[in-house]
């Protein structure tokens, strides 16, 4: 059997100098990318809803992942790797093919063009990731995550067949939220990370008490919860650019003043 090592950079070697692969944290990976897989050919299939929730499970098999790795401290450059290549099947191309099929097909070369552009940011967002994953670990994220984006698409599915939206209203809202999100991953607005709970272990019940309320609403209202959340989170990032961005020139303001 050979010896267990170190790296310089923290990574596990065997006695031939070869980075060791964990298992578990691959195995939610792998579950991550069957949801993907899934999703896309039931969007083939004609299976719209079912291709939504797929995606939404594989968010949640995404977001364990990170965590049980972080957890066994496991991590390594090899599940970085595979998690990114896994995230763009599920959260570039499933998502992707799932609003061209849905509501972009009668758009068509513009379409699939809009679909292409989703898929590609995603691409480019999950490289950006991984660049600046390599000099340090960000508290926040740079550009809207993809899952994120992903589910975003997935709930508005979702939301629309709850609300009975006509094909036109679901055809022109679904092409604005691709560019919209397209945008978003590749921009410098920052979103917030829940990488880092430890500042919170002071507030753990009231976050278990919060938790618990939310976990009733989705149960209760799945549809309509899974919507409002995304949608929070996904313009919590404008929001926040904005609000900083008038504090600067308030704080400028003042500054000036105090001199004169």
């Known amino acids: 059997m050979g010896i267990m090592k170190q790296n310089k950079s923290g990574h596990e070697e065997d006695g031939n100098g070869q980075r060791m692969i964990h298992p578990l944290p691959c195995l939610f990976t792998t579950a991550s990318l069957l949801s993907g897989f899934y999703a896309i050919i039931s969007a083939i299939n004609g299976n719209f809803l079912h291709a939504a929730?797929?995606?939404?499970?594989?968010?949640?098999?995404?977001?364990?992942?990170?965590?049980?790795?972080?957890?066994?401290?496991?991590?390594?450059?090899?599940?970085?790797?595979?998690?990114?290549?896994?995230?763009?099947?599920?959260?570039?191309?499933?998502?992707?093919l799932l609003a061209y099929l849905w509501a972009l097909e009668p758009y068509g070369r513009y379409g699939w063009l809009a679909a292409f552009l989703y898929v590609a940011t995603t691409a480019l967002r999950l490289a950006r990731f991984n660049s600046l994953a390599l000099d340090k670990s960000p508290k926040d994220f740079v550009g809207l995550p993809c899952p994120a984006a992903a589910g975003m698409i997935a709930t508005t599915v979702l939301f629309s067949r709850y609300l009975g939206a006509t094909e036109t209203v679901k055809h022109v809202s679904l092409l604005i939220l691709v560019?919209?999100?397209?945008?978003?991953?590749?921009?410098?607005?920052?979103?917030?990370?829940?990488?880092?709970?430890a500042?919170?272990?002071?507030?753990?019940?009231?976050?278990?008490?919060?938790?618990?309320?939310?976990?009733?609403?989705?149960?209760?209202?799945?549809?309509?919860?899974?919507?409002?959340?995304?949608?929070?989170?996904?313009?919590?990032?404008?929001?926040?650019?904005a609000y900083r961005t008038m504090h600067k020139v308030e704080e400028g303001s003042e500054e000036q003043e105090n001199t004169i």
Do not use: W
């Open 53 to 96: 929730v797929a995606i939404i499970v594989a968010g949640i098999f995404d977001g364990l992942d990170g965590r049980v790795a972080r957890m066994t401290k496991t991590t390594s450059t090899f599940g970085m790797e595979y998690d990114s290549l896994c995230d763009l099947v599920s959260f570039g191309v499933a998502p992707g």
């Open 179 to 197: 560019y919209l999100l397209s945008y978003l991953m590749v921009s410098n607005i920052r979103y917030m990370s829940f990488k880092h709970p």
């Open 199 to 241: 500042a919170k272990r002071k507030k753990t019940f009231q976050v278990t008490v919060f938790m618990v309320l939310l976990l009733i609403l989705i149960a209760a209202e799945p549809h309509v919860t899974l919507f409002v959340l995304g949608l929070i989170y996904v313009l919590s990032g404008p929001f926040s650019a």
